[in-house]
């Protein structure tokens, strides 16, 4: 079994703001409330005691935790902030490493890498609608991903539609 996390980028300058999409970046507003104490340091406190009470123990207790994201610029940064958060509550993870699959919102390709990854625990930064289907198909819930929103799923080796356990979300920062 591996714990994937699931993780919508912090909110983004507005289309025209950017060249390209994939140049957008954060707001400053949007960056700020992913590193508030009531940002990811929340998220992640709150995700790591949602997998204590399960049995799961400590985040990182199956070896350092690998933090993917999609190349977008909004992602990256946000990304930066999860590594940041997460290194704050004294997890081990990961410097972010790009993953197409999450850019491109290519299902098959993202889960077949999460089978692959040597880590127990996934966390990985993109967008929406990809997000939100993703958490649908493999736990067979509606979520609402809003900028900064964070999924904890347990994922089993056999990856089924609706196979995979909800264990919390989190609906993301104010910002």
């Known amino acids: 079994m591996?714990?994937?996390?699931?993780?919508?980028?912090?909110k983004p300058e507005p289309p025209e703001a950017a060249a390209?999409?994939?140049?957008?970046?954060?707001?400053?507003?949007?960056?700020?409330a992913l590193a508030a104490p009531t940002g990811f340091p929340a998220t992640f406190a709150q995700l790591?005691?949602?997998?204590?009470?399960?049995?799961l123990g400590a985040l990182d207790?199956?070896?350092?935790?690998?933090?993917?994201?999609?190349?977008?610029?909004?992602?990256?940064?946000?990304?930066?902030?999860?590594?940041?958060?997460?290194?704050?509550?004294?997890?081990?993870?990961?410097a972010p490493q790009d993953c197409e699959a999450l850019w491109e919102q290519d299902d098959?390709?993202?889960?077949?890498?999460?089978?692959a990854a040597g880590a127990q625990t996934v966390v990985a930064c993109g967008h929406i609608p990809f997000m939100n289907r993703l958490t649908a198909w493999l736990t067979g819930e509606d979520v609402s991903f809003n900028p900064g929103a964070a999924a904890l799923v347990l994922v089993p080796d056999v990856v089924m539609p609706g196979a995979c356990a909800l264990i919390s979300f989190v609906p993301g920062p104010a910002a």
């Open 48 to 55: 790591a005691a949602a997998a204590d009470a399960c049995g």
């Open 108 to 115: 098959v390709a993202f889960l077949d890498g999460v089978a």
């Open 2 to 10: 591996k714990q994937l996390i699931l993780i919508r980028h912090g």
């Open 61 to 94: 207790a199956a070896g350092p935790i690998a933090l993917w994201t999609s190349p977008a610029d909004r992602a990256r940064a946000t990304a930066e902030e999860a590594h940041r958060a997460l290194e704050g509550l004294g997890v081990a993870a990961g």
């Open 20 to 32: 390209t999409d994939a140049l957008r970046a954060l707001t400053p507003e949007g960056r700020a």
